[in-house]
């Protein structure tokens, strides 16, 4: 079944750019939407953005400014960008697939803390 | 951006009880809404999407209803392994938004 799974630094510093990129095993990365959320440690969830394997994007208006997402079918992979990082980015950050930006196969997450 | 409001933040039950939870979103959203449950240190799980459609897996106990604004997730006999944090998100606007959960406990 298909499986993702999330990796990436779990140490960002303040002002720098979170980098992390979901691999896709035991399906195709194709004809699917692909998207990223986050959850600050004892909080709720939030969108981050999706990309469809075509690479046609949709993001958060509130994280726009600062999120690129890109697609690599090539290697079944995801990535996730996000400049300018502060405390408030700090979260579990979770690839998932599922139609229009809801999730129906998760990964496990990715815990991310931003700190000097 | 379209807000969702659920409905208790917490519920207290016993095992064996029906329970509702409630999802208002801030303008329609017609039938694309889903459901996830996530229990501490996990992933969410998908419950139910297009407001009413069962995943696949997902025990029969588990139901979604409503359309427009208001929709329910309903649990007709709460099991020991229901206890959890239930969210719903909407994905018809631009933007997906989720609600703040609803954390179902031990009565």
């Known amino acids: 079944q298909v499986q993702l799974q999330e990796s990436g630094p779990g140490l960002v510093k303040p002002s720098e750019t979170l980098s992390l990129t979901c691999t896709v095993s035991g399906g195709s990365i194709s004809s699917n939407h692909w998207s990223w959320f986050r959850q600050p440690p004892g909080k709720g969830l939030e969108w981050i953005a999706y990309i469809y394997y075509s690479g046609s994007t949709n993001y958060n208006p509130s994280l726009q400014s600062r999120v690129t997402l890109s697609i690599d079918t090539s290697k079944s992979q995801v990535s996730l960008r996000l400049s300018s990082v502060t405390a408030a980015d700090t979260a579990v950050y979770y690839c998932a697939r599922g139609d229009y930006g809801s999730g129906q196969i998760w990964g496990q997450g990715t815990l991310v803390t931003v700190s000097s | 951006d379209i807000q969702m409001t659920q409905s208790p933040s917490t519920l207290s039950a016993s095992v064996g009880d029906r329970v509702t939870i409630t999802c208002r979103a801030s303008q329609s959203i017609s039938y694309w809404l889903a459901w996830y449950q996530q229990k501490p240190g996990k992933a969410p799980n998908l419950l139910i999407y297009?407001?009413?459609s069962l995943e696949s897996g997902v025990p029969s106990r588990f139901s979604g209803s409503g359309s427009g604004t208001e929709f329910t997730l309903t649990i007709s006999s709460l099991q020991p392994d229901d206890f959890a944090t239930y969210y719903c998100?909407?994905?018809?606007?631009?933007?997906?938004?989720f609600g703040q959960g609803t954390k179902v406990e031990i009565k």
């Open positions: 297009k407001a009413s």
């Open positions: 998100q909407q994905y018809h606007s631009y933007s997906r938004s």
